[in-house]
């Protein structure tokens, strides 16, 4: 009798009851529970120099018109749970690593090798481009609006009444982390529309052909995740709408080929 050996491209397809996928899934999160907390310790620590970070484009856009850095808080408690929001968002980016791949252990099993295979550029480029989006966001975006914004204050000699701004610490947190996860977010664009693509659900030809409202909707999405500013949101409109562009040479790249070329 032949000996028949499975191919090198088989599912590892071995029958796994619903208590063990429970248990794995378990394992799973707690590991990636485990990692999140260490990490949110690690930031906490650091929490006053994070935060320190987050507000230099305010502190330099401030120093450039000869006025003090300063932000206040209003209730007693303010500070100490901004710098917890401050080591959670820091947390979650240091944590990022181990809960990808934790994820990734998890749905590996159920794959083949070629899906695997495919897979592997996706999960590089995803942090990549989220990254991406967040340095966008605070070494062009932020030190551009803040200065708009701070154009508004009226603090001259002849004023007669004083604009100044006093910022809190909570708002301003807010705003930025709104941002840079609004900004990194976005830059997924080319990751989603991509995968869509290889499985064939969407199609290079069918994004040229929708391209005038894609652009509209990138102006909404902007307009929804920013503040209500032009500068703003056309700083991330126009990303966007290259991220779309570059996204259509990906899908035609990755894209199921038609039968009669594949046949040809």
Not at 57 to 71: D, I, N, S, Y
Not at 137 to 151: E, H
Not at 240 to 262: H, M, N, Q, T, W
């Amino acid at each position: 009798m032949a000996d028949v050996t499975p191919p090198a491209d088989e599912i590892h397809d071995k029958e796994m009851p619903l208590l063990d996928h429970l248990a794995e899934l378990r394992t799973r999160l707690m590991w990636s529970a485990v990692a999140f907390v260490i990490a949110f310790f690690i930031c906490y620590h650091f929490a006053p120099e994070i935060y320190n970070f987050l507000a230099a484009p305010l502190a330099h856009a401030l120093e450039a018109r000869g006025q003090k850095p300063q932000l206040i808080y209003t209730a007693l408690y303010e500070a100490f749970f901004t710098y917890i929001k401050v080591a959670m968002f820091g947390a979650g980016f240091l944590a990022f690593p181990v809960i990808a791949s934790q994820l990734w252990l998890f749905i590996a099993p159920g794959l083949y090798r070629k899906e695997k295979q495919a897979m592997l550029p996706f999960l590089v480029a995803t942090p990549i481009l989220f990254f991406a989006g967040g340095a966008l966001a605070y070494y062009v975006i932020f030190p551009t609006a803040w200065n708009f914004f701070l154009s508004f204050q009226n603090t001259g000699p002849g004023s007669d009444i004083q604009l100044d701004l006093m910022a809190k610490v909570s708002d301003y947190l807010n705003l930025v982390m709104k941002l840079i996860f609004a900004f990194g977010l976005s830059f997924e664009l080319p990751v989603l529309l991509t995968l869509l693509g290889k499985v064939g659900i969407i199609s290079s030809a069918g994004l040229k052909k929708y391209r005038r409202y894609a652009y509209v909707g990138c102006f909404i999405v902007a307009a929804i995740l920013t503040p209500p500013d032009v500068l703003t949101q056309s700083g991330l409109a126009v990303p966007l709408i290259l991220l779309y562009e570059i996204s259509v040479f990906c899908v035609k790249a990755v894209e199921p080929k038609p039968v009669d070329d594949v046949d040809a």
